[in-house]
């Protein structure tokens, strides 16, 4: 069966990676999700897809740039699905406490060695305190992030995170150690989904949006998939 895991909670349908988008996804059924980290200035995980704050709160400069304290004070409704009520950019930690589940795909975008190494041991620190160990997989298409998880946190699983195919996305998987292969939709060929899954690799394709392909990529195999609607995932394919 095809797990469904909600896109920065559910993106389609409620601001991306914010708690209203992860309730959202929940409130589906769908008890899996994929979101985005980013360190602020004094060293908290903070859930947000870019670097900077522009495109998703409209305010200027990098996440790295403002402590925690004054990063959650900011609305991140902007360019996502219409929205009543402000929706801060939410700590890690808090969507830990107050959302229950069962899997959650972390993914770190590319970091400077010194960076990635902070962020390993940040998500192992954290994930630790709440019991979460063994319910996340850190992905990244980032060597340098894959390089400090596989030396520094070994416990924490690992996951490659496949845009492009100008590199056998399994090689380097398997170079790092990782359990999980998160491969851009257009690189799931029947082949090369059916060699991941016969080296021991979780295959999750991302991002699934239309119903046909869901059900195609469902039919392919796929272990699971990644959508911004996954009311609608459900729908299609019946209980994650």
């Known amino acids: 069966m095809t797990l469904i895991y909600g896109h920065r909670g559910a993106k389609g349908e409620a601001p991306e990676n914010t708690l209203a988008s992860f309730q959202q996804c929940l409130e589906h059924g769908v008890r899996r999700c994929e979101l985005d980290l980013h360190q602020s200035r004094d060293g908290e995980l903070m859930v947000i897809h870019d670097p900077t704050l522009k495109r998703t709160t409209g305010h200027r400069g990098k996440v790295v740039e403002h402590d925690a304290a004054e ?3 900011y609305d991140a409704r902007k360019g996502g699905p219409g929205w009543k009520t402000p929706c801060p950019i939410p700590r890690l930690a808090e969507l830990f406490e ?6 959650w795909q972390l993914e770190v975008k590319s970091a400077s060695k010194a960076r990635a190494a902070q962020m390993a041991e940040a998500i ?27 030396r520094l946190t070994p416990q924490l699983a690992r996951g490659l995170v496949a845009e492009y195919a100008w590199l056998d996305p399994l090689k380097v998987a398997q170079h790092y150690g990782c359990s999980l292969l998160a491969l851009n ?3 799931c060929t029947p082949e090369r989904l ?14 699934v949006n239309e119903p046909a392909l869901m059900r195609r990529l469902a039919d392919f195999g796929v272990d699971s998939l990644i959508t911004d609607f996954p009311g609608l995932a459900v729908q299609t394919l019946g209980d994650a």
């Open 71 to 73: 990063l959650v004070r």
């Open 98 to 103: 107050q959302c229950p589940f069962e899997h």
């Open 124 to 150: 192992a620190e954290l994930t630790a305190r709440h019991g979460l160990t063994d319910k996340v997989t850190v992905t990244s298409s980032s060597r340098e992030v894959l390089s400090a998880l596989k």
């Open 185 to 187: 939709w257009t690189l």
């Open 194 to 207: 059916l060699k991941a899954q016969k080296a021991g690799l979780h295959v999750s394709v991302w991002t």
